[in-house]
Each structure stands twice: as C-alpha cells, then as structure tokens.
C-alpha cells in the first residue's frame, strides 16, 4: 500500500476562497472507493496502490478545470514501502505518537 499528500490548487478564480472546489474535491473522492482518503487543513491523504493513487490523483486535478478555472496546480506527495506493504494513515501516526509518549527512537 502506498500513502500521499495531495493538494489541488485552483488558480484564476474570482475570490480568495478556495472552499467550492475543495468540497467537490471531497464529494469526487467520497463517490469512489479506490482509495481510502482524509482532508486535513492543508490538503487531502490518500492511500491505496499506487496505480489508484495517481489515477484519482489525475481525475481530481481536473476538477477545477470543469468548473471552468483555466489554471490547475496540484502538488502530490507519494510515500510507499515495499517492506511495509500493508502500512496505513494510522500505522504512521501512531508509530510518531508512540515514540512521543514513551520518548523512543527508531
């Protein structure tokens, strides 16, 4: 399994706020079920294969385009590790947490 940090940047649009393309961002990926997925302030983590993550990767880039913005920026972070390949979202968090509660290292 492969995780990623993706971020679809609308540029051109009239306003400041980017809130109408993100939540149809979010309406885009709650409509699939190729990859499992959070938003967080900042942007979206996806994890699933990597074949899926750079195809829903693809089809959430263009987004902003069909409702008519003419620049599309999209920043996409892949993380996968084939010695872990079952490795999730959580799995991460909680390996940081735990060496923040007792004080460990790698």
């Known amino acids: ?3 990623a940090d993706l971020t679809v940047l609308s540029l051109g649009r009239s306003g400041a706020s ?4 993100v939540a149809e961002i979010q309406r885009r990926l709650a409509a699939q079920d190729r990859v499992g ?4 302030a900042m942007g979206t983590s996806l994890e699933g294969s990597t074949e899926d993550i750079l195809a829903v990767a693809a089809e959430l880039h263009a987004v902003p385009f069909e409702l008519g913005i003419p ?3 999209t920043v996409l ?3 996968e590790r084939r010695d872990r ?3 999730t979202l959580d799995d991460k968090v909680r ?4 060496r923040l509660e007792g004080g460990g290292s790698t």
């Open 1 to 3: 399994m492969a995780t």
């Open 95 to 98: 390996s940081v947490e735990e």
């Open 85 to 87: 390949p079952d490795q």
């Open 71 to 73: 620049r599309v920026y």
């Open 77 to 79: 972070k892949l993380d």
């Open 18 to 21: 980017a809130g109408d393309y």
């Open 37 to 40: 997925y959070r938003m967080h």
